[in-house]
């Protein structure tokens, strides 16, 4: 079955850096575009960023762009975020997720199939 397993989040000081990692299996990850979300407490699902299954082609929302950057190593099946200059409204529960046939975040679409339990990233002095 489909599987998803973040790691990586953690408490970290405002302007510090952390990389999350999501080891996929029971599917083809090379073949697949893949998706990072969070959750901040109280709010709904923000989408954050995207890559496609060649690594080739990123998006960001505009509140991580120029800060974060996601990366894939499909040898290893697995997905990254690095994230740099975090802020105190960083602080989320942050998913990676399998986009399905709709997802397009360039029209605010999104649409998944698969997701991981999740990993926290806190922010705070």
């Known amino acids: 079955q489909v599987q998803l397993v973040e790691s990586g989040g953690g408490l970290v000081q405002p302007g510090g850096s952390l990389r999350l990692s999501c080891v996929a299996s029971?599917?083809?990850?090379?073949?697949?575009?893949m998706s990072w979300v969070r959750q901040a407490p109280g709010k709904g699902l923000e989408w954050v960023s995207d890559?496609?299954?060649?690594?080739?082609?990123?998006y960001y929302a505009d509140s991580v762009k120029g800060r974060f950057t996601i990366s894939r190593d499909n040898a290893k099946n697995t997905l990254y975020l690095q994230m740099n200059s975090l802020k105190v409204e960083d602080t989320a529960v942050y998913y990676c997720?399998?986009?399905?046939?709709?997802?397009?975040?360039?029209?605010?679409?999104?649409?998944?199939?698969?997701w991981g339990q999740g990993t926290q990233v806190t922010v705070s002095s």
């Open positions: 997720a399998r986009p399905k046939l709709g997802h397009d975040p360039m029209f605010e679409k999104y649409e998944y199939d698969a």
């Open positions: 029971g599917f083809t990850f090379s073949s697949t575009a």
């Open positions: 890559i496609n299954s060649g690594a080739g082609i990123t």
